[in-house]
């Protein structure tokens, strides 16, 4: 007897279900325990089971940076649709990354640290990475719609996302020393600091 298709909703409730797999595997025994054959046991299913969505574990893990890049957009915008103040804005965007980085370690550690598997041409991670990039863009470009700020959004983008990701990048290491949440206490001057440096000159 023919094995009923599957819905699409039921093929990606089971996609989604194996890359929660690859995370908790990877979050207790690192990526190179993470195979195929391990995701099936935790899952309780047949070694071939996963080989139907997936090609291999590198194709789960750019499917898991997806989910997990719009999983911190989500994050960030949660944050960002609380403040209408322009510049509370990106004061929200830099925390609500930071909050993302502490909550999600596993995940942001995936996000940014699986460069053997960072594949530029898997369109569903280069879109997850372009809406995020729209949106610190666009919070810029509103800054400076509202003369607040000067310059282009792009450049500016690059710097303030550069001080947001070093400064949660430096605390997921424990590399910023002693002290009670001292991320929360540099992110909002270094976001301020850049924001002065491109405020309209004073005649």
């Known amino acids: 007897m023919a094995r009923p298709s599957l819905t699409q909703e039921e093929i990606d409730r089971f996609r989604a279900k194996l890359c929660d797999a690859a995370i908790a595997l990877f979050a207790t025994q690192g990526y190179e325990a993470v195979t195929m054959r391990a995701i099936a046991e935790a ?4 070694r071939t089971l996963p080989y139907r969505y997936f090609e291999g574990k590198e194709e789960i893990f750019l499917e898991v940076r997806a989910r997990c890049f719009h999983q911190m957009l989500d994050h960030q ?34 996000m940014y640290d699986l ?34 700020l000067v310059g ?10 550069s001080g947001i990701h070093g ?10 020393g002693p002290g009670t949440n001292p991320a929360d206490q540099l992110m909002r001057p270094m976001i301020d600091a850049l924001i002065q440096a491109y405020r309209p000159e004073q005649t």
């Not at 899952?43 to 047949?46: A, F, L, P, R, T």
């Not at 400064?167 to 910023?176: Q, T």
């Open 43 to 46: 899952m309780g299913c047949s």
């Open 77 to 110: 915008m949660a944050a960002f649709n609380e403040k209408e103040d322009p510049i509370e804005r990106l004061h929200a965007l830099g925390l609500g990354y930071l909050a993302f980085a502490r909550e999600r370690r596993h995940a942001f550690a995936i």
């Open 115 to 148: 460069y053997e598997v960072d594949v530029p041409s898997y369109p569903k991670l280069a879109a997850a990475i372009e809406r995020a990039w729209r949106l610190l863009a666009a919070a810029i470009q509103e800054t400076i719609d509202t003369g607040a």
């Open 152 to 161: 282009t959004p792009n450049q500016i983008s690059r710097l303030l996302w």
């Open 167 to 176: 400064i949660a990048v430096l605390e997921h290491g424990k590399r910023l």
